[in-house]
């Protein structure tokens, strides 16, 4: 396994963890403690484990003298970036105009609204290019030698 | 001239045509209020903008068969470089069309909906127009690249 599926997998997990982390304590709170959505909506505190995505230049290190990176890796990294960007496009446009057809032209939107849209672009460009990323290479070490 | 060149001709002709009138209809609709004229000039935009995308895609299929080969492998990845670049810079351009609202308008504030297709237009230039230029920086600004 390379760096950047090492790279993929620590991103996937650690997504996977806050989103899903971030899910139960917004179900438990809401559900089982019965407190109001605005409340419930503090489960979202478990996204701060987003944080440790900043941990992978260091956990991840290059070593020297042994080449990490061909023309192969660079093409399926700039395959998965514009395939999560493309999506990401998609999402910003529906995003942008189903406010719009709401509300009307004469509705306004919260200021909050806008920074949810940059953790949800923020979440969906990194998970879909982890997954892409990682259905590229393959899940698993096929083909490479040991 | 290569293909590059001539897109970015196109999309210099097409934002040029449409922001003269454009700007011109904002400053009628601003100064002696909405009439019959800023509507017709911005209904005329409209519709110029939506038809002008036909003209490269026609010019592509009339010269098609003039040209022996026109998009290689390496066309291909010159491409695929520009169009990274614009996405680099529209997500750039995103972050901060969401954050500065929430900056000048506190967290508690609220915008006009009307913003949030404007942004998206913008975003629609700014990607055209980065890719634009990456493409055209790559291949060089003049027939420099080998062409015969």
């Not at chain 1, 390379?2 to 559900?31: E, P």
């Not at chain 1, 529906?94 to 949810?116: H, I, K, N, R």
Request: proline share 4%; glycine share 10%.
């Amino acid at each position: 396994m390379n760096k950047t599926q090492k790279c993929a997998w620590f991103n996937l997990i650690v997504l996977s963890t806050a989103m899903g982390l971030s899910a139960i304590a917004i179900g438990v709170l809401y559900f089982i403690v019965g407190l109001p959505m605005r409340g419930a909506l503090g489960g979202f505190g478990f996204m701060g484990i987003l944080g440790l995505l900043g941990l992978t230049p260091i956990l991840f290190r290059k070593d020297k003298g042994k080449v990490q990176y061909d023309e192969r890796d660079l093409t399926i990294c700039r395959k998965a970036a514009v395939v999560a960007y493309a999506i990401f496009w998609v999402l910003f446009v529906a995003a942008a105009m189903v406010p719009f057809f709401v509300l009307g032209p004469d509705g306004t939107v919260s200021v909050t609204y806008l920074c949810a849209m940059v953790l949800g672009g923020f979440l969906t460009v990194t998970l879909l290019q982890s997954i892409v990323t990682l259905k590229e290479y393959g899940w698993r070490r096929k083909g490479e030698k040991p | 001239m290569n293909k590059a060149q001539e897109a970015w001709i196109w999309f210099l002709l097409g934002v040029l045509s449409s922001l003269i009138p454009g700007g011109v209809a904002v400053f009628i609709a601003y100064d002696r209020g909405m009439s019959f004229a800023p509507l017709f000039m911005f209904a005329s935009i409209t519709i110029w903008g939506g038809l002008f995308w036909l003209f490269p895609f026609i010019s592509g299929k009339i010269r098609k068969g003039k040209k022996k080969v026109s998009f290689d492998e390496r066309d291909q990845l010159i491409h695929k470089r520009a169009v990274m670049a614009a996405y680099v810079v529209l997500w750039l351009y995103f972050v901060a069309a969401c954050v500065i609202p929430w900056w000048l308008v506190g967290p508690h504030g609220s915008i006009s909906v009307n913003v949030m297709p404007l942004t998206l237009l913008g975003g629609l230039a700014i990607f055209t127009f980065v890719q634009n230029l990456a493409t055209l920086i790559q291949y060089g600004w003049r027939n420099k690249d080998g062409e015969k």
